[in-house]
Nanobody, 125 residues
Framework: QVQLVESGGGLVQAGGSLRLSCAASGRSFSRDSVGWFRQAPGREREFLAVINWAGITTYNRDSVKGRFVISRDNARNTVYLQMNSLKPEDTAIYYC??????????????????WGQGTQVTVSS
C-alpha cells in the first residue's frame, strides 16, 4: 500500500515562501505523475500543478501566477512545491496525489490514485 506524506506547511507572513514536500513510501513513484492540490475553507479543492515521470509540468496559471514551482527528486522518492510571494488567499490545506499513469498531466482529481492527508498552510497579512 503506497502512502503519501506531505510536510513543510506552516504559518508564514504575506510575501514569504514555503517549500512543501510529498514523500512516498510503500512503492516508488518515480514512474507516476504527481500533482498538488489545495482546499481553502468553504471552497472546493483545486488543482495547482502536476509533474509527470519525465519532469514535464503543467500549472493552474490563474492560481499560481508564476509563484509556484513543482519539481521532483526520484532518488529521494519526493516531489516538491516551492511557493513564493505567498498571499493570505493561499491559506489552505495542501494535498499531493499520485497518478499511476506517469505520462498524464491531469488536472482532474478523479485521475489520481493515491492521496496524502494534507498539510496546512496559513499566510498572515
Amino acid at each position: 500500500q503506497v502512502q503519501l506524506v506531505e510536510s513543510g506547511g506552516g504559518l508564514v507572513q504575506a510575501g514569504g515562501s514555503l517549500r512543501l514536500s510529498c514523500a512516498a513510501s510503500g512503492r516508488s513513484f518515480s514512474r507516476d505523475s504527481v500533482g498538488w492540490f489545495r482546499q481553502a475553507p468553504g471552497r472546493e479543492r483545486e488543482f495547482l500543478a502536476v509533474i509527470n515521470w519525465a519532469g514535464i509540468t503543467t500549472y493552474n496559471r490563474d492560481s499560481v501566477k508564476g509563484r509556484f514551482v513543482i519539481s521532483r527528486d526520484n532518488a529521494r522518492n519526493t516531489v516538491y512545491l516551492q511557493m513564493n510571494s505567498l498571499k493570505p488567499e493561499d491559506t489552505a490545506i495542501y494535498y499531493c496525489a499520485a497518478d499511476t499513469n506517469g505520462l498524464r498531466l491531469s488536472i482532474r482529481e478523479a485521475d489520481y490514485d493515491y492521496w496524502g492527508q494534507g498539510t496546512q498552510v496559513t499566510v498572515s497579512s
